[in-house]
């Protein structure tokens, strides 16, 4: 194989706090998975907990009743949440946080911008930012933080950086899934190619790519991994790693945990989950509605507020949205 384009550098690795094994996010829950909760004054103590649990492998740690893990066997969906903090009992290959590539554009998904005359400056402003996971920046307006509620695309556009402000995971990829076969190629297809010391990264970034559907990689000039179209052909390859990429991007909302969007009401819907709540206000916008924001509480079962903007941000005990893109 030759490189057909070096789209990426290989990473440097930035990390959140790391304590006995575990990675700890700040302000962030991870919804569902839950197997059962423990008392713990500390994150740090999740951590000690679910380590002794066989089948933990995720938590999320809250102030209630002086301090709650929520043991949980995945990580499940990331939501924004100010008084929590999450972490992952064991992870595989880190990719890159706040490590800036240049020439690169995080395209679409903006729930925000401020502005920032050096590009380093948006990985804590993404940090503090509700629902932030990522960010682009470029010099407009004497320069731009273009704070990013997902990954979907990245594009090549000169004089922008992007960068992810928090980790993702090769065994645990937000962003795609992927199973891995040793010893395959897959023949023909390609798209692009990266630089990468493990076949882990290259399911995360192919789920990133516009168009790739799965991927080869060798350890060609240190690793690379070869984005593919479509499956294609497979053919044995000792050395060589391929996977069909099942992205899970899907999604067009935020979700921000223990927050409610006071006032702004459209209409109310009962919905037993708050992840419906996304589906209706993206139908009621794509029909011309006004809803680009909802709340969801536990109301008569459950019920979305459909809302015409998430201005008036209040502490609530539901989940909030609002549409991105």
């Known amino acids: 194989m030759k490189p057909i384009a070096a789209l990426l550098a290989a990473p440097t690795l930035v990390l959140p706090s790391l304590t006995s094994a575990c990675l700890i996010e700040h302000g962030f829950d991870y919804v569902g998975f839950?197997?059962?909760?423990?008392?713990?004054?500390?994150?740090?103590?999740?951590?000690?907990?679910?380590?002794?649990?066989?089948?933990?492998?995720?938590?999320?740690?809250?102030?209630?009743?002086?301090?709650?893990?929520?043991?949980?066997?995945?990580?499940?969906?990331?939501?924004?949440?100010?008084?929590?903090?999450?972490?992952?009992?064991?992870?595989?290959?880190?990719?890159?946080?706040?490590?800036?590539?240049?020439?690169?554009?995080?395209?679409?998904?903006?729930?925000?911008?401020?502005?920032?005359?050096?590009?380093?400056?948006?990985?804590?402003?993404?940090?503090?930012?509700?629902?932030?996971?990522?960010?682009?920046?470029?010099?407009?307006?004497?320069?731009?933080?273009?704070?990013?509620?997902?990954?979907?695309?990245?594009?090549?556009?000169?004089?922008?950086?992007?960068?992810?402000?928090?980790?993702?995971?090769?065994?645990?990829?937000?962003?795609?899934?992927?199973?891995?076969?040793?010893?395959?190629?897959?023949?023909?297809?390609?798209?692009?190619?990266?630089?990468?010391?493990?076949?882990?990264?290259?399911?995360a970034w192919c789920g990133e790519q516009p168009g790739c559907h799965a991927f080869s990689w060798n350890d060609y000039n240190g690793g690379t991994c070869w984005f593919k179209s479509g499956p294609g052909k497979r053919v044995k390859a000792p050395g060589t790693v391929s996977s069909v990429v099942h992205s899970s991007f899907e999604g067009k909302c935020v979700n921000v945990a223990g927050v409610d969007f006071a006032g702004n009401d459209l209409t109310s819907v009962k919905a037993s989950k708050y992840d419906e709540c996304c589906d209706m206000c993206t139908e009621d916008y794509d029909n011309g509605g006004g809803c680009r924001a909802y709340t969801w509480t536990e109301y008569e079962n459950g019920t979305c507020w459909l809302k015409s903007s998430h201005d008036g941000r209040t502490s609530g005990h539901g989940i909030s949205g609002f549409l991105i893109g």
């Open 34 to 203: 839950d197997l059962f909760s423990k008392p713990a004054k500390t994150a740090e103590d999740c951590c000690n907990i679910c380590n002794t649990e066989y089948a933990c492998k995720a938590f999320t740690w809250s102030g209630y009743d002086g301090g709650t893990c929520y043991l949980k066997s995945g990580r499940g969906e990331i939501v924004a949440s100010p008084y929590t903090k999450s972490g992952l009992a064991s992870f595989g290959t880190v990719l890159p946080t706040c490590e800036l590539r240049e020439n690169s554009d995080f395209e679409g998904m903006d729930i925000g911008q401020q502005r920032s005359p050096d590009a380093k400056n948006c990985c804590k402003i993404c940090q503090d930012f509700d629902g932030c996971r990522a960010y682009s920046w470029s010099g407009y307006n004497g320069g731009t933080c273009f704070l990013k509620g997902k990954v979907v695309a990245r594009v090549t556009r000169p004089g922008v950086s992007s960068a992810w402000a928090y980790p993702t995971f090769g065994d645990d990829a937000p962003v795609s899934h992927c199973k891995l076969d040793n010893d395959v190629d897959i023949v023909g297809n390609d798209i692009g190619s990266a630089s990468s010391p493990s076949a882990d990264i290259c399911c």
